[in-house]
């Protein structure tokens, strides 16, 4: 059941709050109600995507992507 939320406090980023046709939900913040509403589409539009892979393996292979620009920018190193 797509769904998504989109709110905002006096002084805060817009909160936005998407569910996609699977019941998985997620979440960013956006300076403008403009950006907000284009992730959402681009959550919808992107939700087979992201439904098909291992996001344990997409976060393992971004530390990794870190780790390899720390080490070549000589900074400490993530354990």
């Known amino acids: 059941m797509?769904?998504?939320k989109i709110t905002r406090n006096k002084g805060e980023m817009?909160?936005?709050?998407?569910?996609?046709s699977y019941?998985?939900?997620?979440?960013?913040?956006?300076e403008t109600a403009d950006k907000a509403s284009e992730w959402?589409?681009?959550?919808?539009?992107?939700e087979d995507w992201f439904n098909s892979v291992?996001?344990?393996e997409l976060l393992a292979n971004a530390i990794h992507a870190c780790k390899e620009i720390d080490e070549?920018?000589?900074r400490r190193a993530i354990l």
């Not at 817009?14 to 996609?20: G, H, M």
């Not at 019941?23 to 956006?30: A, H, L």
């Not at 959402?40 to 992107?46: A, E, F, L, N």
Request: hydrophobic share 20%.
């Open 14 to 20: 817009y909160n936005t709050i998407v569910t996609d």
């Open 23 to 30: 019941g998985k939900k997620y979440q960013n913040y956006f």
């Open 54 to 56: 291992n996001s344990q």
């Open 2 to 4: 797509r769904d998504y």
């Open 40 to 46: 959402i589409y681009y959550i919808w539009d992107k």
């Open 72 to 74: 070549k920018s000589n």
